[in-house]
């Protein structure tokens, strides 16, 4: 069985995401909160198909928690998510 390649999306603004986004992930994607996006757990997410994480050095760099359904990562984890992701994408870019 082959496993459908990984998408790793950085959100790292602040604001709610672009429907264009929403629509191409996937269930195998990642998206992971970065930098000031870590700020966007206090907003409604809709829905979301894909795995949700977040990063905790910058969660605690800002004073934040992580909420279900994100879940914290470290920074070494953050580096094997993006040596197995068949894209990373930085969003919006």
Same mark, same amino acid.
């Given at each position: 069985?082959?496993?459908? !390649?990984?998408?790793?999306?950085?959100?790292?603004?602040?604001?709610? !995401?672009?429907? +264009?986004? =929403?629509?191409?992930? $996937?269930?195998?994607?990642?998206?992971?909160? &970065?930098?000031?996006?870590?700020? +966007?757990?206090? =907003? !409604?997410?809709?829905?979301?198909?894909?795995?949700? &994480?977040?990063? #905790?050095?910058?969660?605690?760099?800002?004073?934040?928690? $992580?909420?279900?359904?994100?879940?914290?990562?470290?920074? +070494?984890?953050?580096?094997? =998510?993006? $040596?197995? #992701? +068949?894209?990373?994408?930085?969003? !919006?870019?």
């Amino acid at each position: 069985m082959t496993l459908a !390649p990984m998408k790793l999306v950085h959100w790292i603004y602040p604001e709610l !995401p672009a429907q +264009s986004l =929403l629509a191409q992930l $996937a269930p195998q994607d990642l998206l992971l909160l &970065r930098q000031d996006g870590c700020y +966007s757990l206090a =907003l !409604p997410w809709p829905e979301l198909p894909c795995r949700l &994480r977040v990063l #905790a050095t910058d969660l605690t760099a800002r004073g934040l928690n $992580a909420k279900a359904p994100w879940q914290t990562i470290d920074d +070494s984890d953050w580096v094997e =998510l993006a $040596a197995q #992701a +068949s894209q990373v994408v930085l969003w !919006p870019h």
